[in-house]
């Protein structure tokens, strides 16, 4: 008689808690942020129409390192990872640090290494070592799971011509990554009709990219191109739940802290009932959205075969959760959260773009229910 098969243990659970070597991290970013990322400077450089900040983004892409943590060191990167990025990008979230870091570091860098070609590697040792700034010329709304565009056509030899809307931080890029039919090509951005829109959140720009028979280096054959946005875009939607997380964070220390100092009645409106209901509510909201977002982060890390349902599980809350805290440190605020010199307008803008970025929540729950073979209603 054949003996039993031994069941299956299960999973050991994931370790969402912060490590020694993200702590550090985080340290070392909040610090910089600190010292050179207030918000009367974030205010006077997107008055300025120049949000971006080439010093700031120096320091921590090349001086901190931060821009390699997604490529492996042999590719000239730090080999560290998407938990590591996560990190970096809650803490520019609670700043609403006006750098392409989203867009250069985790959403280009991903296409590169999903392209794994001896034509991407050495621009994706450019991005890695922070010297240069790639923006992928797709729009910001593009989602994961969402069909491709593919509005330029390459003519031959790689002689580009179309035009794409809402590209973020295009104006900032010295490389644009293009997504034609016949593959992807890198295109230097001065050789590119960037055109600047007036967004909501001013730290993140977005522009217009035309191309009229602008000459390409291609880095990969249209299949190979495909799936490596689509990579990227599940990628980076996972990522931007952590700076998500970190915006709610800040918009709920910063309103906790006022309703502290403010009084009323002799009293400190923060000891009235109904405030306190509403930051307590706000304050789970944020324990949970922290965990969603650690969790696809942690998924992305180790590769793990439910990574697509557990972003698009982070994805569908953390986005209501940022607007919801941006949204109650402007009303609990008072008048002077209704003000152009106080930063909480900067937290709301960049929660109303992130919650359309990479895909709404509505987007993600539907990923959701298919995920769980859910009927359509």
Same mark, same amino acid.
């Given at each position: ?65 931060? &821009?390699?943590? +997604? ?5 000239? /990167? *730090?080999? #560290?990872?998407?938990?590591?990025? !996560? %990190? =970096? ?16 570091a985790v959403l280009a860098t991903e296409i590169l290494l999903g392209c794994d070609t001896a ?27 969402a069909r491709l565009p593919a509005p330029v056509r390459d003519a031959g030899g790689g002689i ?12 900032? &890029?010295?490389? +644009? ?5 016949? /593959? *992807?090509? #890198?295109?230097?951005?001065?050789? !590119? %009709? =960037? ?86 509510? +706000? ?8 965990? #969603? ?27 209501g959760v940022a607007v919801r805290a941006a949204e109650e440190c402007v009303q609990l605020h ?44």
């Open positions: 008689m054949t003996a039993p098969t031994p069941p299956t243990p299960p999973a050991a659970p994931a370790d969402l808690l912060y490590s020694e070597a993200e702590e550090e991290l985080r340290a070392a970013v909040r610090s910089l942020l600190a010292d050179r990322c207030d918000a009367k400077g974030i205010l006077a450089r997107a008055e300025s129409g120049r949000p971006h900040d080439p010093a700031l983004w120096h320091t921590l892409a090349v001086e901190i390192g931060t &821009a390699g943590l +997604l490529v492996p060191e042999k590719l000239g /990167g *730090l080999g #560290a990872g998407h938990r590591e990025a !996560a %990190v =970096v990008l809650e803490e520019l979230g609670r700043a609403v640090a006006p750098v392409p870091y989203l867009t250069s034509e991407a590697a050495p621009l994706l040792a450019e991005l890695a070592s922070g010297r240069t700034v790639c923006a992928p010329a797709v729009p910001l709304t593009l989602a994961p799971g580009l011509t179309g035009t794409v809307s809402a590209v973020a931080d295009a104006v900032a &890029a010295d490389v +644009l990554l293009v997504l034609a039919d016949t /593959g *992807l090509y #890198a295109v230097p951005a001065a050789q !590119a %009709v =960037v055109t600047p829109l007036v967004p909501l959140d001013l730290t993140r720009p977005l522009a217009t990219v035309t191309l009229e028979a602008t000459p390409g280096t291609r880095l990969a054959d249209p299949a190979t191109a495909r799936a490596a946005v689509a990579g990227a875009l599940l990628c980076a939607a996972g990522l931007l739940a952590s700076e998500q997380v970190g915006l709610a964070e800040w918009c709920l220390t910063e309103t906790v802290g006022h309703v502290r100092g403010r009084y009323q009645f002799n009293r400190p409106v923060g000891s009235f009932q109904a405030l306190k209901h509403r930051l307590a509510r +706000l304050w789970l909201d944020v324990a949970s959205a922290r965990a #969603a977002a650690r969790a696809a982060a942690d998924a992305l890390a180790a590769g793990a075969p439910d990574a697509p349902l557990t972003v698009a599980v982070a994805q569908a809350y953390c986005s008072g008048g002077i959260g209704m003000t152009w010199e106080h930063p909480a307008h900067l937290y709301l803008k960049r929660a109303k773009a992130d919650s359309l970025a990479l895909g709404t929540a509505g987007h993600h729950r539907g990923l959701v229910a298919d995920f769980a073979e859910l009927p359509a209603p």
